[in-house]
């Protein structure tokens, strides 16, 4: 059974950080493409960050951008978040995704989600 499990989510004041991590299990995940979306209250999913799996490289959404650094453990199978310089608007429940090489994400795998509240 294939499983993304995200943890690390909590609350923190503006301006701290957290580290959130993805732990994926059932199957290899190499050559996958790996991400990471929130979603806030009442606001549409937003894309966060993804890693490719083998060539670790990154890309990240605009708000984010010099804030965030996604990287990756594949001895581990997992991948990180580590968030700085938090905001209150980054207040969502963050969500770990994988994607088949040549699919988008919705062809893939998805955690459960993990909250993290910032707060001003």
């Known amino acids: 059974q294939v499983q993304l499990v995200e943890s690390g989510g909590g609350l923190v004041q503006a301006g701290g950080s957290l580290r959130l991590s993805c732990a994926a299990s059932g199957r290899t995940f190499s050559g996958y493409r790996m991400g990471w979306f929130r979603r806030a209250p009442g606001k549409e999913r937003e894309f966060v960050a993804s890693i490719t799996w083998t060539g670790g490289t990154t890309y990240y959404g605009g708000s984010v951008k010099g804030r965030f650094t996604i990287s990756r453990d594949n001895a581990k199978n997992t991948v990180y978040l580590q968030m700085n310089s938090l905001k209150s608007e980054d207040t969502a429940v963050y969500y770990c995704?994988?994607?088949?090489?040549?699919?988008?994400?919705?062809?893939?795998?998805w955690g459960q989600g993990t909250q993290v509240t910032v707060s001003s």
């Open positions: 995704a994988a994607s088949p090489l040549g699919s988008g994400y919705e062809d893939g795998y």
